[in-house]
């Protein structure tokens, strides 16, 4: 067994989920609350990601319909 030589870590988590778990989204699943803190704790930034290849995997899933809003 190990003793972390400092507690940011754990810091940081409850800083996060802080953040995530406010006053208007108390009513979170935990399964939904622990999806959003593995992505917020360990996605990477949004300026580093391709958005036109995120969109074109979106697309591609599945068939979608056209819509007229007339």
Do not use: H
Not at 5 to 30: A, E, H, M, P
Not at 52 to 69: A, P, Y
Request: charged share 25%.
């Amino acid at each position: 067994m190990t003793v972390p030589i400092s507690t940011i870590v754990c810091q940081r988590g409850f800083s996060r989920q802080n953040i995530i778990k406010n006053d208007i989204r108390n009513g979170l699943y935990l399964e939904v609350l622990d999806a959003l803190m593995f992505i917020s704790l360990n996605a990477q930034e949004t300026s580093n990601i391709c958005w036109r290849d995120i969109f074109n995997l979106w697309f591609e899933e599945k068939e979608r319909r056209i819509v007229s809003l007339k």
